[in-house]
């Protein structure tokens, strides 16, 4: 019936229903395979997300559970603060937080003033072999942080800056990575606004501090949640440099506490004292969220 209702049509009205059915069937198609690509994305994401979470949630669940009943396989609702009373007073875990507090607000604080320079140097000071001295500098981003350790510890062993806050501060006062980072922010504002400022009479620490400082805020917050994240969580380097528990930083000091003879296999102690250790990082991711998403969203490198 409905073929011969199509033939009874002209040549051009079938030719258009047909066309009309290939396109609806090609957006029927489409469709479904992006639904089926949305399906996957989502899949994909569930499954990081959970290797992220599961272990984060399985160290909240010991760190809050008697020891008795951390030892089975069940979820139990017993709830406790021994184990966090019994970690702090076994381990100076206040002096370990505070020197981290100290170490990476000190790092960063220097870094802030060395890159912002180094990269208005590179961006906007014309000298001999900029661009030279420039790919050398962005060599050091090649160069992982580990293989610099002997080099290093011999320039702090002979500064005489062993087991000190300073002598864990002093190789990272510089960031390859941020001069990088904040160079390419700095080219991409228009030169007219410098030239505006000199006019006015600005003098070059003027200018950086009144006009590409606050137009590169997004740039500092990215390098910032980089700087602070890696720094808080170091452990190799302030394991080497340090020896006592004055100096000492969070992270050593958590794995000096989970070596112990008073922990052992308590899995209730060492993770009461990991999340001493992570809670500040999470509280701050917490209440920043939005800061750090927008900040990435509007940090994109241009050439």
């Given amino acids: 019936m409905g073929n011969s209702t199509d033939l ?3 040549v051009n009205q079938r030719l258009e229903r ?3 059915v290939h396109d609806d069937q090609k957006l029927q198609s489409a469709r479904r395979r992006r639904v089926a690509s949305q399906v996957l994305w989502h899949a994909i994401m569930i499954v990081f997300v959970a290797a992220w979470l599961i272990p984060l ?3 909240m669940r010991n760190a809050f559970l008697p020891k008795d009943a951390s030892i089975g396989m069940g979820w139990s609702l017993k709830f406790t603060l021994d184990n966090f009373i019994r970690v702090w007073q076994g381990a100076p875990f206040g002096q370990y937080m505070l020197n981290t507090l100290l170490v990476t607000a000190g790092i960063f604080a220097v870094q802030i003033v ?3 320079l180094a990269a208005y140097a590179f961006a906007r000071v014309p000298f001999a072999g900029r661009s030279v001295v420039f790919m050398l500098f962005l060599v050091q981003i090649m160069v992982p942080p580990d293989v610099l350790i002997f080099s290093n510890y011999q320039i702090i062993n002979d500064l005489g800056l062993l087991d000190t806050k ?3 501060m002093l190789p990272y006062f510089a960031s390859a990575f941020g001069v990088f980072l904040l160079r390419q922010a700095f080219k991409q504002l228009p030169y007219e606004l410098e030239e505006a400022a000199r006019v006015e009479g600005s003098s070059s620490l003027g200018i ?3 006009i590409y400082v606050p ?3 997004p740039i500092y917050l990215s390098f910032a949640i980089v700087s602070i994240s890696f720094h808080w969580n170091d452990f190799l380097w302030p394991l080497i440099v340090t020896n006592s528990p004055e100096n000492r930083l969070l992270t050593v000091g958590l794995g000096m506490f989970a070596k112990s003879t008073e922990a052992g296999a308590q899995w209730t102690d ?8 992570t809670t500040p990082m999470l509280i701050g991711f917490l209440l920043f969220q939005r800061q750090f998403i927008s900040s990435f969203m509007h940090s994109g490198i241009k050439g």
């Fill in 8 to 10: 009874s049509l002209p």
């Fill in 57 to 59: 949630v399985w160290v």
């Fill in 208 to 210: 950086l501090r009144r």
């Fill in 18 to 20: 047909k066309r009309t």
């Fill in 215 to 217: 137009l590169s805020k």
């Fill in 270 to 277: 060492v993770s009461a004292a990991t999340l001493i250790v």
């Fill in 114 to 116: 060395t890159l912002t």
């Fill in 166 to 168: 300073l002598g864990i």
